[in-house]
């Protein structure tokens, strides 16, 4: 009598692994059940529904298993114990590493992983869609940090900042997927700081000199 269920083999941590490749190279809606149990060890359409559930869970869990590898890069975002422009940096840094990496697919999975779905598939993009709107309220708390703090202006051009680093950081993927190194990613970066640089308050700004 055959056996059913999932197989002893069966490795949750690598199939999600697995899955976590597959949706990242080919997005949400091109990756197919068929391929996805072939990358967990050709498992049976009944063990990847015992073990997930359904596509959509299983793109759930991956997210999530990918928010706290991988996208562990934005922690800094949320890391008080930094300056806001340290955190900044940090973020911006680490993800043009990440995302121009050879090791896992280019770019960002929270980015391009569900951009164009079909309607049927609307609340996967909701998902992320909502991931990427908590960067852009962690990368607007850190500008308004340095505004409240004393290291930044508060001008029309830091207001506009935040919208200038989110565009960069969500744009990273596209370059990065088009084969942009990590070099010329970490260069960028240092040229887009000179905006935060160029109106960051200066030492003893504000103080009325000693001097007569």
């Known amino acids: 009598m055959a056996r059913t269920g999932r197989p002893r083999e069966f490795d949750r941590d690598r199939?999600?692994?697995a899955a976590t490749a597959l949706f990242w190279a080919q997005g949400y809606e091109p990756t197919s059940l068929t391929q996805l149990k072939a990358s967990m060890g050709n498992i049976s359409p009944?063990?990847?529904y015992a073990a997930f559930?359904?596509?959509?869970?299983?793109?759930?869990?991956?997210?999530q298993h990918y928010l706290g590898t991988y996208g562990q890069v934005m922690a800094?975002?949320?890391d008080e114990s930094l300056s806001p422009r340290e955190a900044i940096e940090r973020t911006l840094r680490g993800s043009a590493r990440m995302q121009s990496a050879r090791a896992h697919p280019a770019g960002c999975l929270v980015v391009s992983g569900a951009s164009n779905c079909s309607p049927e598939n609307e609340p996967v993009q909701a998902l992320l869609a909502a991931e990427r709107q908590r960067t852009r309220a962690g990368i607007r708390a850190c500008v308004e940090r340095a505004i409240a703090?004393?290291?930044?202006?508060a001008s029309a051009a830091t207001d506009i900042l935040p919208d200038i680093l989110t565009t960069f950081f969500h744009g990273m993927t596209c370059e990065a997927r088009d084969g942009m190194t990590s070099k010329?990613?970490?260069a960028a970066v240092t040229s887009l700081l000179t905006l935060w640089d160029v109106n960051a308050v200066k030492p003893g700004a504000g103080k009325r000199s000693q001097k007569h």
């Open 15 to 17: 199939a999600i692994e």
């Open 46 to 48: 009944a063990s990847f």
């Open 53 to 63: 559930g359904s596509k959509e869970a299983l793109f759930r869990e991956v997210v």
């Open 149 to 153: 703090i004393g290291e930044l202006k």
């Open 76 to 78: 800094p975002l949320w």
């Open 184 to 186: 010329k990613l970490d």
